[in-house]
């Protein structure tokens, strides 16, 4: 199972900027063993303010119990708390492919998909056919990296990116008209 981890670091005032390099260090050398052992698959810094430390992280586990293992191994974590949001297939998910994502920008979006009351069946299924024919041709085009189901009814995150530019990205990774992103 794939999950979507928030980590939001505070170092105490008063550390010694050594110690603080010290156990930087020692979380990134543990940050690639993780990723060499499959745990770790992406990395993400979204912007941040002076002070700010967070990160967002793609990772792999059998279950909640087994990411706690690996979160609590990461040096950091003694300065940090994480937010988890566990993620599951999307039946529209291009499925990452060698080399996804190496470029310069990725975007993390949102969707949330709201069906007008009173939308007949036929509309909704034919909506959910384009829907999946659009995903499919923005991964082909490199826009559309991943996709999951997020907790919720009608909830998604997409993993956009590609040559495109934000606005134009979210535009075009939205894959509905029912969707807001």
């Not at 980590?7 to 979380?27: H, I, K, L, Y």
């Not at 085009?141 to 998604?156: N, T």
């Amino acid at each position: 199972m794939e999950y979507l981890v928030t980590m939001t670091t505070r170092v105490p005032d008063g550390t010694p900027e050594q110690a603080v390099a010290d156990v930087r260090a020692r979380e990134a050398a543990h940050s690639r063993e993780l990723a060499a052992a499959g745990h770790l698959l992406r990395l993400w810094r979204p912007p941040l303010q002076p002070g700010e430390w967070r990160t967002l992280g793609l990772f792999s586990a059998g279950d909640a119990g087994r990411l706690e293992d690996v979160l609590a191994s990461m040096p950091l974590r003694v300065w940090r708390t994480d937010q988890v949001t566990p993620l599951a297939p999307h039946p529209n998910d291009p499925a990452p492919a060698p080399g996804a994502g190496e470029q310069a920008a990725e975007f993390l979006v949102t969707f949330t998909q709201a069906v007008p009351p009173g939308t007949a069946a036929q509309t909704v299924a034919d909506t959910e056919a384009r829907e999946a024919r659009r995903a499919h041709d923005l991964a082909g085009q490199g826009h559309l990296l991943r996709l999951w189901a997020l907790p919720g009814s009608g909830r998604a995150l997409g993993l956009c990116g590609g040559p495109a530019t934000r606005p134009r990205c979210r535009r075009s990774c939205r894959p509905c008209r029912w969707h807001r992103g």
